[in-house]
């Protein structure tokens, strides 16, 4: 074989390794990202179900779901911390203690760089306590969004609480037509929901008007608009981030829920009466 045709041989030879390699490329980058996409939407159905499992905890104990709000009531909504930190010593056993100062505002100069405090030598006669920043808390946001999202230095959170039908839901009284779970005010009764906690959505994830855990209003609890149209998707009021939309429900089961459900039944999953 001369030497033009080996070279032409071996250029042949290249160019089908090449081509064979683009293919597999093609076929295995979306697998591989598929894949990766699925480990994240599980991780956000493990956060879901730890801060409602969270709930159920305190509802054991207290019978009642917690309010939307903590803080002071001379304080509006949007100034007042969230439910998250009722939920605080629920969640995954007992963590350190929050120092913040519930009696001023989430974003009070005071309350701007929050600190955890953790005893140490607690089997000693006298405790001794180690105070360092908040770090990022994995498990209150999505792990598919960016951890560098934050508001006044607290990450952000996609989880919101369900408020019910309209958008004033959160400020409904109890027995009002459209009622969910979260109130600011409000403290639902665990006999109180009777669609059933198997059908009443506690959690859902959302990729619209984010904010920090700790506040109040609704960066943590929300309604549904029900004229603000589509009510769930990349482009609505609710889901966007995976191509199901993760809701924790009042039972502590977790469902990844269609996109292409139905307004009536989303709208129906969202409220603790009516016998949908």
């Known amino acids: 074989m001369s030497t033009e045709s080996s070279f032409q041989f071996r250029r042949a030879e290249i160019i089908v390794l090449v081509i064979v390699l683009v293919l597999l490329a093609a076929l295995l980058i979306p697998a591989i990202f598929a894949a990766r996409e699925a480990g994240r939407r599980i991780e956000c159905e493990h ?30 909504p949007a100034q007042r911390f969230s439910w998250y930190l009722p939920l605080w010593v629920f969640i995954e056993g007992k963590p350190p203690k ?3 100062d519930t009696n001023q505002a989430w974003d009070a100069e005071v ?7 953790h005893v140490v030598d607690w089997d000693q006669p006298t405790e001794h306590t ?30 919101v609480g369900m408020a019910g039908l309209g958008i004033n839901a959160p400020e409904l009284a109890i027995g009002d037509v459209g009622v969910g779970i979260w109130g600011y005010d409000r403290q639902v009764a665990v006999a109180g929901i009777t669609d059933g906690t198997v059908h009443t959505m506690l959690f859902v994830e959302t990729v619209r008007d984010l904010g920090p855990w700790l506040a109040g209003g609704p960066p943590t609890v929300r309604g549904l608009d029900p004229a603000a149209i589509p009510l ?30 139905n307004d009536s039944v989303f709208s129906a999953l969202t409220t603790i009466a009516g016998g949908e």
């Open 47 to 76: 956060h879901l179900r730890s801060l409602s499992l969270g709930v159920l905890n305190y509802t054991d104990t207290f019978r009642h779901f917690p309010s939307g709000t903590v803080g002071s009531r001379e304080l509006s």
């Open 98 to 100: 929050l120092l913040v």
């Open 111 to 117: 309350n701007r760089s929050p600190q955890l405090r």
């Open 130 to 159: 180690v105070d360092h920043p908040l770090p990022y808390l994995p498990w209150f946001s999505c792990p598919s969004a960016s951890r560098n999202l934050r508001v006044q230095g607290i990450q952000v959170t996609q989880y």
């Open 232 to 261: 769930v998707g990349a482009r609505g009021q609710f889901g966007g981030i995976h191509s199901t939309i993760p809701a924790a429900m009042a039972d502590a089961s977790v469902r990844q829920l269609d996109p292409a459900i």
